[in-house]
T-cell receptor, first 115, second 114 residues
Framework: NAGVTQTPKFQVLKTGQSMTLQCAQDMNHNSMYWYRQDPGMGLRLIYYSASEGTTDKGEVPNGYNVSRLNKREFSLRLESAAPSQTSVYFC??????????????FGDGTRLSIL | KQEVTQIPAALSVPEGENLVLNCSFTDSAIYNLQWFRQDPGKGLTSLLLIQSSQREQTSGRLNASLDKSSGRSTLYIAASQPGDSATYLCAVRARMGGGNKLTFGTGTQLKVEL
């Protein structure tokens, strides 16, 4: 009953360091998403992958890169971390445009602090 | 640009009370509206999804309504319990590029007291 699995759950970085957040889903979903959640701002879309082999920018893509490794896995990379990227990051998956009325499923989040 | 607003930002009620959470959105060109629950330190759990052609959905003590023309949705919780304490988020889904996108409100933090 895994659903969407994110690793790591917590991470502390220093400014300028790089890291990759991992996400995997076992629901055979076509689409995957990365969001960040900040106090008072709700969830905002960073990048998404509508289907395997494609990625597109969301609302707040600056400072991030993504890779859709295969249908199951979608990673988010911070090349040079900045304090403004301190946030909670959520990965989600869903059937995509073929079934827009099916819900997205979310992982438990990665809590990232950048000092 | 789609904007989603939730009022109130926080709500405290005694156990057993019926309550209504509100969500409004600015662009009615949506596929659906979804209500989520988020517990502290956890991810989002989908509660109800209302398609744009539907007026309401029910699950147990929860009832969600949608008035697409006026850009409003409500989540009604009957006979509230302390276990209902959480943050409730609404999100609307619309087409974006090659996929579709959820736009979230900032949530209502609910506390149900004994």
């Amino acid at each position: 009953n895994a659903g969407v699995t994110q690793t790591p759950k917590f991470q502390v970085l220093k400014t300028g360091q790089s890291m990759t957040l991992q996400c995997a889903q076992d629901m055979n979903h076509n689409s995957m998403y990365w969001y960040r959640q900040d106090p008072g701002m709700g969830l905002r879309l960073i990048y998404y992958s509508a289907s395997e082999g494609t990625t597109d920018k969301g609302e707040v893509p600056n400072g991030y890169n993504v890779s859709r490794l295969n249908k199951r896995e979608f990673s988010l990379r911070l090349e040079s971390a900045a304090p403004s990227q301190t946030s909670v990051y959520f990965c989600a998956s869903g059937p995509g445009t073929a079934n827009p009325n099916q819900p997205q499923h979310f992982g438990d989040g990665t809590r990232l602090s950048i000092l | 640009k789609q904007e989603v607003t939730q009022i109130p930002a926080a709500l405290s009620v005694p156990e057993g009370e019926n309550l209504v959470l509100n969500c409004s959105f600015t662009d009615s060109a949506i596929y659906n509206l979804q209500w989520f629950r988020q517990d502290p330190g956890k991810g989002l759990t989908s509660l109800l999804l209302i398609q744009s052609s539907q007026r309401e959905q029910t699950s147990g003590r929860l009832n969600a309504s949608l008035d697409k023309s006026s850009g409003r949705s409500t989540l009604y919780i009957a006979a509230s319990q302390p276990g209902d304490s959480a943050t409730y988020l609404c999100a609307v889904r619309a087409r974006m590029g090659g996929g579709n996108k959820l736009t979230f409100g900032t949530g209502t933090q609910l506390k149900v007291e004994l």
